[in-house]
C-alpha cells in the first residue's frame, strides 16, 4: 500500500504562500550587542517577598535581610532587591534597622549599594540614633557603611548633617566627611 504526503497549498493564506514560494526569510538575526543588551536586562529568576536569616553559634539572630522583590541576573554576578531592609544584631545588645527603595548586592565583595531614601536606626538602650540619607555601602562581612552622599544624623538632642560618611558598626565608630553642621539642644 502507497501512502502520500499532500500539502493543501491552497489553503495557506497568500501572504504565507508567497514566502514558502519566493523562499523568503521570517527570522530576524539580533546584532551580538543587542542580543547582549537584551540579555543583560533580563533577570534569571525572581523571587517575592525573600527573606533570609543568619544565626551565630549560640543560636542568636545575627542578620536579617528581607525585600519585596529580588532579580536575578547570574551573567553580571548581581542581585537587585526591592525595598531591602537589614536588621543587625551586635553583641552589645544593640540592633541596627537598614532599610532603602533599592538594593544592589555584589558578591564578590558581600556588599549592598543602597539607593533612594535610604534610612538607618540604632536601637540602643544608650544611645539610639537615626541617619537619612540618598545612597549608603553597605559591607556584611566587615559590618561597615559609607556614602559620599549628605547625611543627616538624629539622637536624642542632636542633629549632625554632611556629606560623606563612614561607620564601622562592630566599634560604634562614626565620621562625617565633609561640611559638617552639628545642632545641639540645651535643657
Excluded: C
Excluded at 514558502?20 to 536586562?41: H, K, M, P, Y
Excluded at 536606626?121 to 544611645?127: D, G, K, L, P
Amino acid at each position: 500500500m502507497k501512502s502520500s504526503l499532500t500539502f493543501p497549498l491552497l489553503g495557506l493564506s497568500p501572504l504565507l504562500l508567497a514566502f514558502f514560494v519566493w523562499g523568503l526569510d521570517f527570522s530576524t538575526e539580533l546584532s551580538v550587542n543587542q542580543s547582549e543588551e537584551i540579555g543583560a536586562n533580563v533577570p534569571d529568576a525572581i523571587v517575592e517577598n525573600p527573606r533570609l536569616k543568619q544565626y551565630n553559634l549560640y543560636g542568636n539572630l545575627e542578620q536579617l535581610i528581607q525585600g519585596t522583590e529580588l532579580l536575578s541576573f547570574s551573567r553580571e554576578d548581581r542581585l537587585m532587591v526591592s525595598n531591602p531592609s537589614f536588621v543587625l544584631s551586635k553583641n552589645s545588645g544593640d540592633l541596627w534597622d537598614i532599610t532603602a527603595d533599592q538594593g544592589r548586592f555584589h558578591n564578590r565583595n558581600n556588599t549592598f549599594e543602597l539607593a533612594g531614601e535610604v534610612k538607618m536606626q540604632r536601637q540602643s538602650e544608650r544611645f539610639p540614633l537615626s541617619l537619612s540619607t540618598q545612597s549608603l555601602e553597605l559591607n556584611l562581612d566587615l559590618q561597615r557603611v559609607q556614602t559620599n552622599s549628605e547625611v543627616l544624623i538624629e539622637a536624642p538632642g542632636n542633629r549632625i548633617s554632611g556629606i560623606g560618611f563612614y561607620a564601622d558598626l562592630n566599634t560604634n565608630q562614626f565620621e562625617i566627611t565633609s561640611k559638617v553642621v552639628s545642632i545641639h539642644d540645651f535643657l
